[in-house]
């Protein structure tokens, strides 16, 4: 059985590259996570898990993480990533995760409906919110990367 994860961090970034996938590698590296294996997982934040502003990952390591990512090959196309997580007074966290077409801003407010959501769906009282989002102008060929790391 894999532990429980009891850290997390808040993380985004974005890069261009000749190729959607150098993109992507790029935006990986600006928000700290391009030299780890990362092993997506939905959108639960285990209860008690501690906050840090940044998490040192060892290099190759298996990363559980919660993410929101997009490419374009449009010059000028704005897209973004961003992520958000609700803390309750106690137990289980939700993350959420979207990306796409739209501001920085816009993606924020988008977020923030989504946990709300996510909340009153569970019937839990919504006491701490964070979120992370990032913004990028293609160049060429563009990425955006937002996530939740978890970590033990």
């Known amino acids: 059985m894999l532990p429980t994860p009891t850290k997390f961090t808040l993380t985004a970034g974005a890069g261009e590259g000749k190729t959607p996938l150098n993109a992507f590698d790029r935006a990986l590296l600006a928000a700290g996570a391009g030299n780890v294996n990362l092993v997506r997982v939905s959108s639960i934040l285990p209860p008690g898990a501690a906050y840090l502003e940044k998490i040192a990952l060892p290099p190759g390591a298996l990363v559980p993480v919660a993410y929101g990512a997009h490419t374009s090959t449009i010059p000028g196309e704005i897209i973004t990533a961003v992520v958000g997580v609700g803390i309750p007074e106690a137990g289980f966290g939700v993350i959420m995760e979207h990306s796409g077409h739209f501001s920085k801003q ?11 959501e996510a909340f009153a769906t569970r019937g839990l009282p919504l006491v701490r919110y964070m979120v992370k989002a990032v913004e990028h102008r293609v160049i060429k060929t563009g990425a955006v990367f937002a996530g939740v790391i978890l970590w033990y």
């Open 106 to 116: 816009k993606a924020e407010e988008i977020m923030r409906g989504m946990v709300a």
